[in-house]
């Protein structure tokens, strides 16, 4: 078992900059793929980035290309989310997920933590 608890979510104003963490506890962090999706209201969960278990290798959304980073420290059992340039659109439940393989669907992750708010105001 992995357990994932996000972190930083917040209201901002667009064009602003918001930094999510997801702190994971349980099995060997560096082990695990680590991935960012979102949800906004009546939605489905959408794909933000992703990053491999060494952090060498990152892929991102097409809607966040550009503005938002993925990274990790394994030490720290931590990945992160920088957002930049933040949008309304960019408003969404933000979570991390955790999985074996380094894809873009959600079916591939195994865990899950519970969410974090970030909202974007015009």
């Known amino acids: 078992q992995v357990q994932l608890v996000e972190s930083g979510g917040g209201l901002v104003q667009a064009g602003g900059s918001l930094r999510l963490s997801c702190a994971a506890s349980g099995r060997t962090f560096s082990n695990y793929v680590m991935a960012w999706f979102r949800q906004a209201p009546g939605k489905e969960r959408e794909f933000v980035a992703v990053i491999s278990s060494s952090g060498g290798s990152t892929f991102y959304g097409d809607s966040v290309k550009g503005r938002f980073t993925i990274s990790r420290d394994n030490a720290k059992n931590t990945v992160s989310l920088q957002m930049n340039s933040l949008k309304p659109e960019d408003t969404a439940v933000y979570y991390c997920?955790?999985?074996?393989?380094?894809?873009?669907?959600?079916?591939?992750?195994?865990?899950w933590g519970q969410g974090t708010q970030v909202t974007v105001s015009s």
């Open positions: 997920a955790a999985g074996r393989t380094f894809r873009t669907s959600r079916r591939e992750y195994d865990y």
